[in-house]
């Protein structure tokens, strides 16, 4: 009886071990299992990105595209979650953002960081040839001739941000609120000012000017704070400029190229070599559709003026020189004197050299 009960009992054990064993297998192979599959899933790189500029804004819209670009060449390998109109900070707060690494990329308004930024102001400003052209010149002083490449890429490093492609955003043109055939209308009318600069052209040009800053042009130029709004023709239309302009004075052969996505060095640093060169590659796939993107946007914007009964009047060539040649002059003294508080009039005078022949035309790649 003893023996039959210990022979069950070694049967129960042995069913036991058995039962034990597979188990252990059953874990290792779903350990095994997951972990492959763990390993075979792509890991996503998610990114951060901010701006001050509203959906509708030309820069936002460029920013859109290329990071649409960059997730669609990954695959889904990266995804950037997006803050704009001023989620994350306003204006004067998105270099910091970058810098810091609170955010991992933004839109930069260069003209709105003239100390830590004092050589990239000179992107900034208008020059006078096509979108096409203005692309070219200001993407080879800033990312190709070695004389001047060098000099950025130390600025940027300063900041501890990276900066890529710039866009066009098209000429620059004036909104009034009253009639207005020839820019000799705007004499004594208040005008709004962004760069510093523009206060020593407005005056010397007869105009007044007054801060206002962008979200608050349209209620500026509705309640009569200002005049006029000088400002990217692209702009209107998105921030409803057009509905209570009389008329839009339209400055021949110009652009501004500006607003170039600019990343957090240490966040650049991090992400694989193929995810920096679909960043590069989209930055520069948008700047080059930024160029026909905004022909069509002025089709579109003049032809909105037109709808609400608003003029679109073309200044003469000859007209529009003199009003650039007055805007070159202070805006190439206030950056040189701002070069020259920040230590750095040296390099300014090396880039000089290339702005001067650009801004007329007169470089060609």
């Known amino acids: 009886m ?4 210990w022979k069950k009992s070694r049967s129960l054990e042995g069913n036991g071990f058995v039962v034990v064993l597979m188990a252990v297998l059953l874990i290792g192979a779903m350990v095994v299992y997951n972990t492959t599959a763990t390993a075979a899933e792509p890991q996503v790189i998610k990114l951060k990105y901010s701006t001050s500029f509203f959906p509708p804004e030309p820069p936002c819209v460029f920013a859109n595209r290329t990071l649409d670009l960059v997730e669609k060449k990954t695959n889904g390998k990266v995804k950037v979650e997006r803050f704009v109109a001023g989620a994350l900070g306003g204006p ?8 810091s690494g609170a955010a991992d990329l933004i839109s930069l308004h260069i003209d709105q960081y003239a100390q830590p930024l004092p050589l990239h102001q000179i992107t900034n400003t208008e020059l006078m040839v096509s979108g096409a052209q203005g692309l070219a010149s200001v993407t080879a002083i800033v990312h190709e001739l070695p004389e001047t490449k060098a000099l950025f890429e130390a600025e940027q490093k300063k900041n501890n941000i990276k900066i890529l492609h710039f866009y066009v955003n098209g000429p620059t043109g004036i909104t009034a609120r009253f009639p207005a055939k020839s ?5 004594g009318k208040k005008v709004n000012v962004i760069a510093a600069y523009q206060r020593d052209v407005f005056k010397e040009v007869g105009w007044i000017p007054v801060n206002v800053q962008i ?7 509705s309640r009569g704070v200002i005049d006029a709004i000088f400002m990217a023709t692209a ?6 400029w057009h509905e209570i302009g009389k008329v839009h004075l339209q400055l021949v052969d110009n652009t501004i190229v500006s607003a170039p996505l600019a990343f957090n060095v240490s966040s650049w640093d991090r992400l694989p070599a193929d995810v920096q060169k679909a960043f590069m590659e989209a930055a520069w796939e948008t700047a080059q559709w930024t160029v026909e993107a905004t022909e069509m946007n002025l089709k579109g914007t ?4 037109d709808e609400k009964g608003a003029k679109v009047v073309s200044i003469s060539k000859k007209e529009s020189e003199a009003f650039f040649k007055v805007l070159f002059k202070h805006s190439i ?6 070069c020259k508080t920040a230590g750095v009039e040296k390099d300014a005078k090396v880039i000089q050299k290339y702005w001067d022949e650009m801004k007329w035309g007169k470089w060609k790649k």
Not at 2 to 5: A, D, G, L
Not at 183 to 187: C, E, Q
Not at 235 to 240: E, H, I, M, S, T
Not at 302 to 305: E, G, R, S, T
């Open 235 to 240: 702009a209107n239309v998105p921030l409803k």
């Open 333 to 338: 003294n206030n950056w040189l004197n701002i």
């Open 302 to 305: 003049y032809k909105a003026f």
């Open 215 to 221: 979200p608050e042009l349209y209620e500026a130029l």
């Open 183 to 187: 820019l000799a209308d705007v004499k």
């Open 92 to 99: 004067l707060e998105q270099l910091g953002l970058a810098s």
């Open 2 to 5: 003893v023996k039959k009960s």
